[in-house]
């Protein structure tokens, strides 16, 4: 009977660490940018040595390159398109904002395709809620329309 149960509880500590990495996010907590950060290097002119893409359904965030939705491939494409050329220690912004990040479907293609071109500054901003209450609420700048 003890083998049986220390088994058991060997098997059920294995899946805990494998499902565990298999649900890890593609950045870490060090790689979100608080959006209040972001809005003050906006304001302040301070963004020449950064790069600022909609990942998302709009360009909203000032200074922002709109590659579109990448939970489509064709924009995840256009996303790789837009890096080619951007040396890889460039500071590179990513946001969406549709929806919660918990079930945001673009922010993980995006991240992932920058871990994988080998970007070492990349950040994602940190919109929690959504666009609308992370940033237009709060009077951050936006994209003149």
Known sequence: MKKFLLSVITI?????????QSNKEPWTSQQLLDPAILA?????NQTKNMLIICI???????????????QSASNVAKLKAQ????????EVVIYCGCCPFDRCPNVR???????????????LLNLPNNI???WIDKGYPMNDE
């Open 12 to 20: 059920l500590v294995v899946s805990n660490v494998l499902f565990a």
């Open 40 to 44: 003050k290097k906006i304001t302040n």
């Open 56 to 70: 998302g359904p709009d360009a909203i965030i000032k200074n922002s390159v709109d590659v579109g939705a990448t």
């Open 83 to 90: 890096l080619k050329n951007v040396s890889k220690d460039k």
């Open 109 to 123: 293609p995006a991240f992932k395709t920058l871990n994988e071109m080998g970007f070492k500054n990349a950040k």
């Open 132 to 134: 609308k209450t992370n």
